[in-house]
């Protein structure tokens, strides 16, 4: 066992295997398409620094985070791949993003001035990426500036502009209509402005797009969810072994049997409608398993299915297992596999009322992450 499930009671349990059998899929998949994987906030969850690591070992391409921060972490663990910011950046990074060697993204003459005149006391280049926005509202130069932004950028000195790039709003969605005109709309921008600019790479696809739109790929694609395993498209061949590497597990901390009509955990909002065998999980909203679960989601113990019972605590819930065995000690899956029952992450999404992205995200620090 090791010294961090010694140390706490709960962990998430990631399968490198898993995932980079994953990247290996999905590389073959794009082709001679470029990989660049985003693992933002704490690569969904899984641990950005050892994500990091094993994405550069397994032929990943590039690497994006979200901010400066994660990026640096990356480069103190030693990932020497390109490294792309996506956020938009703070005049009192620009020295950090050059000095580690990082790749960031330009969406307006003001920043690329700052940059520039940074670059020029220095005497180093940057390397930026230039974003359109081309439905999002979020960041990026609107299309119609887009032309003149680009050689704008261009003709500052220093400024080494390696890639242009969008976000897609419903890739999700077959044949989405708004996704078909983003594509077009980045197809003539970039055919029109990047014409004699070679090695400039055009980007657009996330997990959605490579699934749905095989337009979207061009130079290099973005896909993020799928290589930690969420595929909706199971149609897809190519895509058919791709499965999740992340699992979250505890250690049944208590046992008891209650007697009927006893109500459990705050507020009594599970009453026992017969004497029944309680158990104790040491997990709870403070890890990242959600309050809203409460008398809603469910755990396997012993490869059975039992539902959480009681209002959920900070640290700690409470499960129903009948007359049905289990001792302290046994193992607890909240998500994941145990013998042939699983809780997909799918699932607890369904329960929270949100999508797979933001429950990966919950589960913050407190949990020990565990590669096998
Ligand atoms: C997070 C992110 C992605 C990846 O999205 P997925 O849906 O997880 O594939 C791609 N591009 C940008 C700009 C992102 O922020």
């Not at 950028?153 to 400024?159: A, D, G, M, P, Q």
Request: with cysteine; aromatic share 10%; proline share 3%.
């Amino acid at each position: 066992m090791t010294k961090e499930i010694r140390n706490h009671p709960s962990w998430i349990e990631i399968n490198l295997n898993q995932f980079k059998k994953n990247i290996s899929i999905i590389k073959n998949y794009l082709g001679k398409t470029l990989f660049c994987l985003p693992i933002k906030a704490n690569a969904y969850g899984h641990g950005l620094r050892a994500i990091g690591k094993a994405s550069e070992d397994a032929g990943v391409d590039y690497l994006a985070v979200a901010h400066l921060q994660e990026a640096i972490k990356l480069r103190e663990s030693n990932v020497n791949i390109p490294i792309l910011v996506l956020g938009a950046i703070h005049e009192d990074q620009i020295s950090d993003l050059i000095f580690y060697n990082l790749e960031f993204t330009l969406s307006s003459k003001f920043k690329a001035d700052l940059v520039s005149k940074h670059c020029n006391k220095i005497k180093k280049n940057a390397i930026v990426h230039l974003e359109i926005d081309s439905g999002m509202q979020r960041t990026g130069v609107r299309p119609d500036t887009f032309p003149s932004f680009f050689d704008y950028v261009n003709r500052l000195e220093y400024l080494n502009v390696r890639g242009v790039y969008s976000h897609l709003v419903n890739s999700e969605i077959f044949a989405d209509q708004t996704t078909t005109e983003q594509i077009d709309c980045f197809k003539s921008l970039t055919e029109e402005c990047l014409n004699g600019h070679l090695g400039v790479l055009r980007h657009i696809a996330n997990s959605g797009s490579i699934q749905n739109f095989p337009n979207s790929f061009f130079d290099m694609a973005r896909p993020s969810l799928i290589t930690f395993g969420y595929s909706r498209n199971k149609e897809l061949k190519a895509l058919s072994e791709i499965a999740p590497c992340f699992s979250l597990k505890s250690k049944i901390s208590y046992f008891k049997v209650v007697n009927k009509n006893q109500g459990i955990s705050y507020g009594h909002s599970y009453v026992t409608d017969k004497q029944t065998r309680i158990v104790t999980v040491p997990v709870g909203y403070g890890d990242g398993y959600r309050r809203c679960l409460s008398n809603k989601g469910f755990v396997l113990i012993r490869g059975k299915r039992f539902p959480v019972v009681g209002t959920i605590c900070m640290d700690q819930l409470m499960v129903d297992i009948g007359d049905e065995e289990a001792y302290v000690g046994d193992e607890v899956v909240l998500i994941g596999k145990q013998d042939n029952e699983e809780i997909p992450v799918e699932e607890i999404a369904t329960l929270c009322n949100t999508n797979i992205h933001e429950v990966l995200c919950f589960f913050n620090g407190r949990l020990p992450r565990v590669y096998t």
